[in-house]
């Protein structure tokens, strides 16, 4: 089974800057048809943010775009979003994702704060 651990999250400024990572288990990150990060604020539906699919193709939410990267690292068998000039809109639970033949799988989510 594909078993997801997101890490990274915490608390830092407005126009400050996060590293996320999903470590992954179970399956090699090359061998997964698409990986992405969702986010879940208070009150809001879970959105996507970025994701990569078969390690090539990227796409990006319109309101992280030119600030959010995602990208994949093979040699530790994982998958980081890279976060830069946060906004306060960005706070919320972030969530790894994957999908492999039908199934989904979800990590436990890891919490983003951007706060003065």
């Known amino acids: 089974q594909v078993q997801l651990a997101e890490s990274g999250g915490g608390l830092v400024q407005p126009g400050g800057s996060l590293k996320l990572s999903c470590a992954v288990s179970?399956?090699?990150?090359?061998?997964?048809?698409?990986m992405g990060w969702y986010r879940q604020a208070p009150g809001n539906q879970r959105e996507l943010v970025a994701s990569i699919i078969f390690g090539d193709r990227l796409n990006y939410a319109d309101s992280v775009k030119g600030r959010f990267t995602i990208s994949r690292d093979n040699a530790k068998n994982a998958i980081a979003l890279q976060m830069n000039s946060l906004k306060p809109e960005d706070t919320g639970v972030y969530y790894c994702n994957a999908q492999k033949f039908f199934l989904n799988y979800w990590g436990q989510g890891t919490q983003v704060t951007v706060s003065s």
């Open positions: 179970g399956s090699t990150i090359d061998s997964i048809r698409n």
